[in-house]
Every structure is written in C-alpha cells, then in structure tokens.
Nanobody
Framework: VQLQASGGGLVQTGGSLRLSCAASGRTFSTYAMGWFRQAPGKERDFVAG????????YYADSVKGRFTISRDNAENTLYLQMNSLKPEDTAVYYCAAVRRSSWEVDGMDYWGKGTQVTVSS
C-alpha cells in the first residue's frame, strides 16, 4: 500500500483543515488506518485511528471532540477533519496503515509522506 497525505497548510487558532490520504492498491479496505503527528523535536504520536470497515474509531485525548477520522473505501481515501485548531496542533501529519487496529508507531505497516499543519496564535 502506498500512501500520500495532503491538505495541510497554515490556519489561525480556531480554524479548520481537512487532511486526505490517498492510497494505491486494491487492499486499502483490508487495513486499519491511522493519523499520527510529529512536532519539531518531539516523538511521533498517535492522533486518530479507524478500523478497516470504518465502524470503530479511536482518538488521542488531546484531539477528542475536535478531530474526526473517516474513510471512503470505494475511493481508497482516508480523511481527518480538524476543527477548533490550536497552536499545539502544529506538526507534520502522517497517515499510516496496519493490518490490525493497533496504534503503536513501530507497529504500523506502511507510512505516507507527511503534510505540514501550522496553527498560528
């Protein structure tokens, strides 16, 4: 599975962005998918995850109620709707695929290139 994230940009505090992750290959629907982020000088952290069917979603406490993960298996695309953005959300955001719904950074099977999200105060 090849993944390509897009949709990042510069936004003011309180604004919104929608990230997309386009996947190649016919096996997208068999993978659980996740979003991770990495701020400068920090480790890569889990943000949100979704099961292969889309029936189960998981969120880091820091984004619950503000971010929504979704997927369109017919279009091989993963999304992350980010609302009420804060400066601490500034990071490079990555999408990743895993066979099982497990969100350890070292356990993900495939990674896409990241997209920069910058939230100004």
């Amino acid at each position: 599975v090849q993944l390509q994230a897009s949709g990042g940009g510069l936004v003011q505090t309180g604004g919104s962005l929608r990230l997309s992750c386009a996947a190649s290959g016919r096996t997208f629907s068999t993978y659980a998918m996740g979003w991770f982020r990495q701020a400068p000088g920090k480790e890569r952290d889990f943000v949100a995850g979704i099961s292969w069917s889309g029936g189960f979603t998981y969120y880091a406490d820091s984004v619950k109620g503000r971010f929504t993960i979704s997927r369109d298996n017919a279009e091989n695309t993963l999304y992350l709707q980010m609302n009420s953005l804060k400066p601490e959300d500034t990071a490079v955001y990555y999408c990743a695929a895993v066979r099982r719904s497990s969100w350890e950074v070292d356990g993900m099977d495939y990674w896409g290139k990241g997209t920069q999200v910058t939230v100004s105060s």
